[in-house]
């Protein structure tokens, strides 16, 4: 039962993409219960060329699950208003999601230079402020990586 409890707690995960060492956000077992899956309604989840080679080793085609949005970031494919991989309110590549799944609901917001909570969540009120400011900095590292990789296309 105590098992049972702790992974149904809020926990931190450790995941390692392209050599570097990102803490990511997990809300778990308090997500997949609630399992609203708003997130993943209308997503404009951006992704890293390590999101999508992580994804696609799994057996997916890229140009199923991403498209090249109008500024030129990556961007998971909506079908439907869903985000490719829901399926019964269910995330089909949980253990591969993009790395701003893991973030969420912890957001980058360009405009104020930092990372904010997204209101949409219904679960915003279980993440406390400190945890939102331990999150910043990597959050902001993988939005540089995007920001580069996007560069680095154009050159």
Sequence with gaps: MLYSIILKAFHYISFEISGDL?????LGGICTDFSCAKCCKNTNMFLSLSDINRISSQGFNQNDFCFKNEEGFFQLKNISGECFFLKNNKCQIYDVRPIGCRFYPI???LDKNKAVL??????????????????????RKFV????????????
Excluded: G, H, Q
């Design 118 to 139: 997204d209101d949409e969540c219904p679960l915003v009120d279980t993440i406390a402020e400190k945890t939102m400011k331990n999150f910043e900095n990597d959050l």
């Design 22 to 26: 990102l803490k990511t956000l997990s």
């Design 144 to 155: 540089t990586k995007i920001l580069k990789e996007k560069i680095n296309t154009i050159l």
């Design 107 to 109: 957001i980058f917001d």
